[in-house]
C-alpha cells in the first residue's frame, strides 16, 4: 500500500499555479452561485411581499407568508455572511500562493464588497420582513 502522507519538499512552480488556478475556479463558481442566489432571493423575497399584500388572500395565508419571508430572509443574510467569511478565507490562501511565486494577488476587494453589501441587504431585509410579520399576526 501507498504511503499518503504529507511530503516534506516544497511544492514546485508547477504545482503552485496549479493549485492557484484551482483556487480560483473554486472562487469563480463559489461567487457565480451566491450572485444567483441572491437574485432569486430577491425575486422570490418581492413576489412573497406581494402576496402578503394582497387583498385577496386570507390571513392564515398571510400570516405563513409572512413567517417564511422572515425565515428567507434570515437564511440569506446568514448565507452572505458564511460567503464573506469563505471569501476572506480564499484570499488569504491565494495571497500566501502568489507571495510564494512572486506575482500579484488576485483582487477580491470587489467580491468582499458586493458580499458585505448583499450581507446589509439581507440583515435590512430580515427586519423589515419581521416587521411585516408581526403587523401581519395582529391585524
Not at 18 to 27: A, I, T
Amino acid at each position: 500500500m501507498e504511503d499518503i502522507s504529507v511530503s516534506s519538499r516544497a511544492p514546485s512552480r508547477r504545482e503552485l499555479m496549479s493549485q492557484l488556478e484551482m483556487w480560483l475556479d473554486v472562487y469563480k463558481h463559489h461567487f457565480d452561485l451566491y450572485v444567483k442566489g441572491v437574485a432569486f432571493y430577491l425575486a422570490a423575497a418581492s413576489t412573497l411581499a406581494g402576496l402578503i399584500y394582497q387583498q385577496s388572500i386570507t390571513a392564515t395565508a398571510r400570516q405563513s407568508l409572512s413567517v417564511v419571508l422572515t425565515l428567507f430572509s434570515f437564511v440569506t443574510f446568514a448565507g452572505s455572511i458564511v460567503s464573506c467569511l469563505f471569501v476572506r478565507r480564499l484570499q488569504a490562501d491565494v495571497d500566501a500562493i502568489a507571495a510564494v511565486l512572486g506575482i500579484r494577488s488576485f483582487p477580491f476587494s470587489g467580491a468582499n464588497r458586493v458580499t458585505i453589501l448583499f450581507a446589509a441587504t439581507g440583515l435590512v431585509l430580515t427586519l423589515v420582513a419581521t416587521l411585516i410579520c408581526v403587523q401581519v399576526w395582529h391585524c
